[in-house]
């Protein structure tokens, strides 16, 4: 099977779109593509080695939430098509990819398309003359409803948050969206990854304690680290994870696919011999382990 190759060079759709708000403001936004490949590059980016300088949120008529972190996210991955990323007070999910369902029940093919980002663009607001005075990203979902918000660094606020003098802002603090710009609307420069750092396959072995079956889950989890190491699967990451809502079943294990075959796969009362399997079979092979697959097909 052909494995698709990464491009670092974004490919611009060259749309520029401005709405208008009701006190004689603007909005420009200004798109780019929303495949895996492009979004997953963007936000590894901006929550893993920018996150000092963002914010996030959600913006509606009546109503504004902006976060920000004060430390790297403890989690950034993608797990079922939904971007997780986990701070230590607060998390969010975003879905950057096709959402296929979990292991009790697949997703209908019309709500991963509504669930899905289908819309991104670099926005800025700008004021009845048409001068900039804010920064962000914008999100839409599959149904044209605006979803998350991200808060690039404003020029025109200072360090303790405070409003600079009129026509004297801190235009250095514009770099992020300079870069982001020339990188994902106008592919002028090139994604800074040699692949896409979110598109990483994982193996995840569940540890929680709800149910006694799943209480053995290091051996198992030992069994794969081991079987990875002696596979020379250095581009696999084996995590662990709360629990994977196949219950009474454990020790549970989930493998997140490939770019051979993407699909998500569950695998029920997996021992260390099993475990063992699944590296050989399938994540080398590309062959489930079936007897233990979950559900049974």
Known sequence: MTVATFERRVKPLGKIEREDTYNGNSIEYEDFPTDLDTLGPLLHSLFQE????????????????????????????????????????????????????????????????????????????LNAEGE?????????????????????????IGEEEDLLPEHKPNLTKLGLYDRLRQIYVL??????????PLNRPYISVCRSTRCNAGRDWKSVHEALEQ???????????LITSGC???????????????????EHTWYARVTPDVAK??????????????RHLYPQP
Not at 56 to 85: N, Q, W
Not at 279 to 284: A, D, K, L, R
Request: proline content about 5%.
């Open 50 to 125: 920018n996150w000092q300088e963002i914010g996030l949120g959600h913006m509606v008529d009546g109503s504004v939430l902006e976060l920000e972190f004060t430390a790297p996210p403890k989690i950034c991955r993608i797990y079922d098509g939904y971007l997780t990323v986990v701070t230590e007070s607060w998390h969010m999910h975003l879905c950057v990819a096709e959402n296929q369902g979990g292991a009790t029940g697949r997703t209908p093919e019309s709500l991963r398309q509504v669930r899905r980002v289908s819309r991104a663009a670099l926005y800025r607001r």
């Open 132 to 156: 900039a005075r804010s920064w962000g990203i914008q999100f839409w979902n599959g149904a044209g409803v605006k979803m998350m918000t991200l808060f690039l660094p404003n020029a025109f």
């Open 187 to 196: 592919g002028t420069l090139d994604i800074p990854y040699e692949t896409n």
């Open 227 to 237: 079987q990875l190491a002696e596979s020379g699967l250095d581009n696999i990451e």
């Open 244 to 262: 994977l809502e196949v219950c009474k079943m454990g020790p549970i294990v989930f493998y997140s696919g490939d770019e051979r075959a993407p």
């Open 277 to 290: 399997e699944i590296v050989t079979q399938h994540v080398v092979e590309n062959q489930k382990v079936e």
